[in-house]
């Protein structure tokens, strides 16, 4: 069965800064492995993503390296709404964090946060990390300066409920949620232990999880907010808080497909049209990935390309994976390797530049491979 090629508008590489956790390279080469030809990728890194030169620099570092489409964020800092707002054009959208995260990018002040509501253009796409009461504030935001915003990993009943009022009211918020926060839950802590448990936000109740699916309908994208840590991290002292996820993704959707859960239009719908729509995105061209919905087996680490080497979900049965990814034209994955060269993704935020000579294909070794 063929899909286009998914979009994931929230991912975490950590290029420049902590490569080894996951650079633009490995980071690509997980998402094709897990069906999404664009990636949009978040601004927390070391430098975090604020300016001219700390854009560059994560361009520079993307360049050359990636191997699927993408385009990077800027992060909202407590002075930088008017140099935001002119490099607007050249991001995949500004990132407000207002809640606790990883790394240094919380704002806490109100005042800071109306400024980038004010500045930042409304047709760019604005995205908050906005829990509880927070949300309750950055949607009165929204409405205030009646502007879209795009919520990050909505992972409760009461935010979700909350969403759904919005909208009712005309208020322009769209949401994603995560696949952690849609299979898993705080009864899963114990198995994963203390420091491989750790996420922001956090995993939820049974009740916050189930009351999701219940409004599916509410939920405009499915975002991994892939965010790689090394297992030595995870399990030392103050573990940063974060999951893998953007080669478990799509087996789990699949695999809800294959239980009534979801419907393979509920997919395209959160992982393809809605994302280009709020992202403002062009479809890809001559791009798709094929599938396999009756393949049964097991999300395993072993078998990924992300540099952190581990999976919340080890050992979950699946049924469903992806067998083939074309990337405008050419083949990029199959059958367990990643064929697209390091440099051969776009940054879809860049006016096209007329490519010279191809780079032959080099395969990208596995996680277990390095
Ligand atoms: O769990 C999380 N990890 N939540 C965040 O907000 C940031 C992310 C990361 O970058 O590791
Ligand atoms: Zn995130």
């Known amino acids: 069965m063929?899909?286009?090629?998914?979009?994931?508008?929230?991912?975490?590489?950590r290029e420049p800064g902590a490569t080894h956790k996951e650079d633009w390279d490995s980071g690509t080469?997980?998402?094709?492995?897990?069906?999404?030809?664009?990636?949009?990728?978040?601004?927390?890194?070391?430098?975090?993503?604020?300016?001219?030169?700390?854009?560059?620099?994560?361009?520079r570092a993307a360049g050359p390296k990636a191997r699927c489409d993408y385009a990077q964020y800027l992060g909202a800092g407590p002075a930088n709404a008017s140099e935001a707002a002119?490099?607007?054009?050249?991001?995949?959208?500004?990132?407000?964090y207002l809640d606790q995260t990883y790394g240094p990018l919380r704002l806490d002040q109100m005042g800071l946060w109306q400024?980038?509501?004010?500045?930042?253009?409304?047709?760019r796409p604005l995205v908050a990390h906005a829990e509880g009461r927070t949300m309750a504030a950055a949607i009165l935001m929204a409405a205030l300066y009646d502007r879209p915003l795009h919520l990050a990993h909505v992972s409760t009943r009461e935010e979700i409920l909350l969403i759904r009022a919005a909208k009712e009211k005309g208020i322009p918020v769209t949401c994603e949620v995560t696949p952690h926060h849609l299979f898993l839950c705080d009864a899963?802590?114990?198995?994963l232990g203390p420091g491989r448990g750790e996420v922001r936000p956090r995993l939820a109740a049974p009740a916050d999880r189930d009351a999701l699916w219940q409004n599916l309908d509410v939920i405009d994208c499915f975002a991994s907010d892939h965010a790689p840590?090394?297992?030595?991290?995870?399990?030392?002292?103050?573990?940063?808080?974060?999951?893998?996820?953007?080669?478990?993704?799509?087996?789990?959707?699949?695999?809800a497909v294959s239980e009534g859960r979801l419907t393979i239009e509920d997919i395209v719908a959160r992982c393809v049209t809605n994302p280009q729509r709020i992202f403002n995105l062009a479809p890809q061209p001559e791009t798709w990935i094929e599938i396999d919905p009756a393949y049964r087996g097991e999300i395993r680490a072993g078998n990924t390309f992300t540099r952190c080497a581990w999976t919340p979900f080890e050992g979950y049965p699946v049924r469903g994976r992806l067998v083939r990814g074309v990337l405008r034209g050419r083949e990029a994955y199959r059958d367990g390797e990643v064929l697209s060269a390091p440099g051969a993704g776009r940054n879809v935020r860049q006016t096209p530049i007329v490519c010279g000579g191809e780079e032959p294909s080099r395969p990208a070794p596995r996680a277990e491979e390095r």
């Open 115 to 123: 400024e980038h509501f004010a500045a930042w253009p409304k047709s």
């Open 188 to 191: 899963d802590l114990p198995h």
């Open 229 to 255: 840590h090394t297992l030595a991290e995870k399990d030392a002292p103050n573990p940063p808080p974060g999951f893998p996820g953007l080669e478990s993704a799509l087996p789990l959707y699949l695999t």
């Open 2 to 13: 063929r899909l286009p090629g998914l979009i994931d508008p929230h991912v975490h590489f």
């Open 29 to 59: 080469a997980a998402a094709l492995a897990g069906g999404f030809t664009l990636v949009l990728a978040m601004p927390n890194t070391q430098p975090p993503v604020v300016g001219q030169a700390s854009l560059d620099l994560a361009l």
């Open 86 to 96: 002119r490099l607007s054009g050249g991001a995949a959208g500004l990132k407000l």
